[in-house]
């Protein structure tokens, strides 16, 4: 394994969404010596995202090399990494820990792991499933206390928790432009999850720019129908807004949400992490009281923010002022502090970079801590990589890419057009 300051680092990205996509090739080049380029790679699955939304995160000119669990792991065997970036869900995590300790490799990579966003659920479960990587980011002092304690709570070792920040926080401080009255509406693809809750927001939005046709109203969502991002879209708004007789002001929009809140003036949502994008800058934003403050819904993480607000409340005008003391724990305070937020990550990953080989890994959930729960996650990621290649004949192996491509054009590409023509 190379040392940072006598050779080029190499550095692989593993994500399985466009989302995770987005922080785990950003958080490689903050973390990773200067100049070490992420070599990327997709995971296949369902959530599987289009060449637009990998195109929409702007964070790449090359799109992630498309793979199987088993590819990556060939790729870690054969490729020489020297740091590995871990953008996936819990049980993912915990399954490629287990294959890159299979691989038995005289030095392993510097396994690096975290969250694209806001932890507001299976706290402990999500820790404890990627407990093992060398590295586990904390997005914020807040973030980095709870990890911790559930960690040391559970008598594992918590020494891998370092305190970084969400990677793409940055853009313009907020500078309201004359004659601009914009608000944007951050959808999320899962929270609400009901139909009424969701039209119940829709009426919302709508009913809020009928009252200010002088503002306009913006419903920037994630994915266009069909598409899958990081959580499952199963009421998508572009198809529930049909119902609707909406004014001219208000209208749906994709697209980066960086470039998005360029000209916001107002951001809303109920929970998504683009609160803490608009936060960073300054932007005003609020968070949705209207469906309770409820940790299904992800707003009860922004208890003591003084950003809670009510549609009612918003019609009015009025802005929530956010507390001071509170962004600052979020990672999002304006005192300078994320410019060097990455500073002990980096640190960390340098000094296991020049160290002697890395020790196994060892994680939490192992066959005698949850022999009853750990098999199932493993069961469910088939990542052999010892089998011979040979048991596969060229033919097999392009009908089942074939197979495979041709599910995703039916799910992505035909499935929503049979289902608008059957709405017509």
């Not at 940072?4 to 466009?18: E, G, I, K, T």
């Not at 360029?262 to 949502?269: G, M």
């Not at 729960?373 to 392009?398: K, N, Q």
């Amino acid at each position: 394994m190379p040392s940072p300051s006598n050779a080029a680092v190499r550095v692989a990205v593993l994500a399985d969404s466009d989302t995770r996509w987005k922080w785990g090739a950003l958080t490689a080049r903050r973390i990773a010596p200067v100049g070490a380029e992420p070599t990327g790679f997709l995971l296949r699955g369902r959530a599987t995202p289009t060449a637009r939304q990998l195109a929409e995160t702007g964070v790449a000119d090359e799109p992630p090399r498309e793979v199987t669990g088993a590819d990556f792991l060939r790729a870690v065997r054969d490729e020489g990494y020297d740091v590995v970036v871990l953008a996936l869900v819990g049980g993912t995590v915990r399954a490629v820990l287990e294959g890159i300790a299979d691989l038995g490799l005289e030095r392993r990579p510097v396994i690096v792991t975290g969250y694209v966003g806001v932890v507001y659920e299976k706290l402990a479960d999500g820790l404890l499933l990627r407990h093992g990587a060398d590295v586990v980011l904390a997005n914020s002092r807040h973030d980095a206390e709870r990890f911790r304690d559930v960690y040391e709570g559970v008598g594992a070792d918590a020494s891998s928790v370092v305190e970084a920040a969400l990677p793409f926080l940055g853009g313009a401080p907020y500078a309201p432009e004359a004659g601009r009255d914009t608000l944007v509406f951050a959808a999320q693809p899962s929270v609400p999850a009901t139909r009424a809750d969701r039209m119940y927001l829709l009426r919302r939005l709508v009913g809020h720019a009928r009252l200010h046709p002088d503002r306009e109203v913006l419903l920037k969502l994630r994915s266009k129908p069909g598409e899958h991002t990081t959580h499952l879209e199963e009421l998508p708004y572009q198809k529930l807004v049909r119902d609707l007789a909406v004014p001219p002001n208000f209208r749906l929009v994709y697209g980066h949400m960086g470039e998005v809140l360029d000209r916001t003036d107002l951001l809303v949502t109920v929970s998504s992490t683009a609160a803490l994008e608009a936060l960073h800058r300054r932007i005003p934003t609020a968070i949705l009281s209207d469906l309770g403050v409820r940790e299904v819904l992800g707003n009860h993480h922004f208890v003591g923010s003084g950003l809670l607000a009510s549609f009612d409340a918003l019609d009015k005008g009025d802005r929530p002022v956010p507390d001071e003391a509170w962004l600052a724990r979020q990672g999002v305070a304006h005192d300078g502090s994320y410019d060097t937020a990455f500073d002990a990550a980096r640190e960390r990953v340098a000094a296991l970079l020049d160290g002697p080989a890395l020790p196994p890994i060892a994680p939490y959930y192992t066959a005698e801590t949850a022999p009853g729960y750990l098999p199932g996650i493993l069961a469910r990621h088939r990542l052999d990589v010892t089998a011979p290649e040979t048991r596969d004949s060229g033919l097999r192996r392009f009908v089942r890419e074939a197979a495979r491509g041709a599910y995703r054009h039916g799910v992505q590409r035909v499935a929503p057009v049979i289902r608008r023509l059957g709405e017509l």
